[in-house]
């Protein structure tokens, strides 16, 4: 069977070094891999995962072109087992010239982490980026965390409500380490979905297995959150969680084959 990891992030060997540190001591949790595509590969490789959707997240606006370019280069090379979704950033001075960008690479979607940005998710900034891909771009949010404001799941739905035809991702159950809050807020709503990743090291199958049925398997995606987490580990977490088969197949593959159109 075909599997499909959503949430992978990847780095240049040159920064892949200083970018998992970071992410490592953001979250006080020990990384399992060096976040290149390389390894990325391997552990998708040991874990039967077929492909990937790699992402990497700009921290500053002057990041988001370089980026962009290195993960449709990245994406191009990987013969066929990797797509890619872009980066933005609600600082940057021409928000409508990245998009473009992203759409002529052939990037898939977008990815927003409003935590390591430092942005409301529903701050008015932020809102140009919606606008500009509804209706043409997904966008994977990372969602909660109890240490801050920026990604809470109520911010996200009111984004939800402002722009109806935008298609979310939210990711971690709709809210790390704040799991009933995203399912309070975000359980229902027309055109989002979510991702499995960086929750099921946290959470009892039984949970799991609630959170599935809050938002139906129909809209839950397979993702590791490598290099945080491996892949295979994952998986074997996930086969803990009661899915029938029906429901496994559209968790690792086919709910996000139809959302970004893959034929794969």
């Not at 075909?2 to 892949?16: A, E, T, V």
């Not at 009933?180 to 929750?199: F, M, Q, R, W």
Request: charged share 25%.
């Amino acid at each position: 069977m075909n599997i499909i990891d959503i949430h992978c992030h990847i780095y240049p060997h040159k920064i892949s070094d200083k970018a998992v540190t970071s992410i490592g001591n953001f979250y006080d949790i020990p990384m399992h891999h060096d976040g290149t595509p390389e390894s990325l590969v391997a552990a998708g490789d040991r874990a039967g995962v077929t492909h990937f959707v790699v992402h990497s997240v700009a921290t500053v606006p002057n990041q988001v072109r370089f980026i962009n370019e290195f993960l449709a280069q990245t994406a191009a090379e990987s013969g066929g087992r990797m797509v890619a979704f872009g980066t933005l950033h609600p600082d940057s001075e021409d928000i409508q010239g990245d998009i473009k960008h992203i759409i002529e690479l052939g990037l898939h979607g977008i990815k927003l982490h409003p935590d390591f940005q430092k942005f409301l998710i529903d701050e008015e900034k932020a809102l140009p980026i919606y606008e500009m891909a509804e209706g043409e771009l997904p966008i994977l949010f990372h969602v909660g965390d109890y240490r801050y404001e920026y990604s809470r799941p109520e911010r996200l739905r009111r984004v939800m409500d402002m722009f109806p035809k935008l298609v979310c991702i939210a990711a971690h159950f709709g809210g790390w380490t704040i799991w009933s809050e995203g399912v309070k807020y975000l359980a229902g709503v027309p055109n989002l979905y979510t991702d499995c990743s960086s929750s099921l090291f946290a959470i009892k199958p039984e949970m799991a297995r609630d959170l599935i049925n809050s938002y139906g398997a129909d809209r839950v995606l397979f993702g590791s959150d490598y290099p945080m987490w491996d892949p295979q580990e994952e998986l074997q977490r996930l086969e803990k969680v009661q899915l029938t088969p029906e429901e496994k197949e559209k968790i690792l593959y086919k709910n996000t084959a139809a959302l970004l159109g893959l034929d794969m």
